[in-house]
């Protein structure tokens, strides 16, 4: 079975400063990958940034970088120098990629709030 | 990448009545999927649609009330059956794209469903 868990129901973090939402997971998959995708007030999900299990360095992508430590099963996501457009729901995800038929499971999210 | 169309955006329905959704992504997809979210929720999969052959549910979703069909690789249905207030949320339609071990999930905009 496959879990994803975000301890962090809502943050609120001041314009400029980078901000780091959690993320932890359990699978029995011997091969899987992490995402954090990004939901604003409009609704549509937005994919951010992919980490596999098996990659050496951690995902960059811009100002998001997932700081992943697979022995301790976490998959954090780091946004540096934070904007108000930043403000929204924040999804951690992961894909079994063998025995789960590669469906992606979501955790139950971060509201991040930026204050100006 | 993949664009992904859903029809309706949204609706407004009446307990006891089916509402169907549909999917068309602009270019042949292995994987699609299916995700509620209900309010202020995360997303939870409701099942995998499989061309060709009867959709994979996942616990807790039921074919009866959700049957679903996928008759080729770029076009899925999902049917909300006998509707209660408890299915207003939003569903989403997704599809996994690229190799196996990454595949980035795109989405639909999503069908707001509100039963009354």
């Known amino acids: 079975a496959q879990k994803i868990t975000q301890t962090q129901p809502g943050m609120f973090v001041q314009e400029k400063e980078a901000v780091t939402l959690d993320c932890t997971y359990d699978?029995?998959?011997?091969?899987?990958?992490l995402f954090w995708y990004k939901q604003p007030s409009s609704g549509e999900m937005i994919f951010l940034i992919y980490?596999?299990?098996?990659?050496?360095q951690n995902a960059t992508e811009g100002r998001y970088s997932l700081n992943f430590q697979k022995a301790r099963k976490s998959a954090n996501l780091v946004i540096s120098a934070s904007q108000l457009g930043d403000s929204a729901m924040y999804f951690c995800a992961m894909r079994g990629l063998y025995s789960s038929a590669s469906k992606i499971i979501f955790g139950s999210g971060t509201r991040l709030s930026i204050r100006p | 990448s993949a664009v992904i169309s859903q029809k309706p955006s949204r609706d407004i329905c009446q307990r006891g009545t089916s509402l169907t959704i549909q999917c068309q992504v602009d270019s042949q997809v292995t994987m699609m999927f299916w995700y509620r979210q209900q309010p202020g929720q995360s997303l939870t999969l409701i099942a995998t649609a499989n061309q060709g052959s009867e959709a994979t549910y996942e616990s807790g979703f039921v074919i009866d009330k959700f049957p679903i069909s996928r008759p080729n690789l770029t076009f899925s249905t999902l049917t909300v059956s006998n509707m209660s207030p408890e299915d207003s949320s939003i569903y989403l339609c997704s599809v996994v794209t690229g190799g196996k071990d990454t595949g980035e999930l795109f989405f639909g905009e999503g069908s707001r469903l509100t039963v009354l």
């Open positions: 980490q596999g299990s098996y990659d050496q």
């Open positions: 699978t029995s998959d011997p091969s899987y990958g």
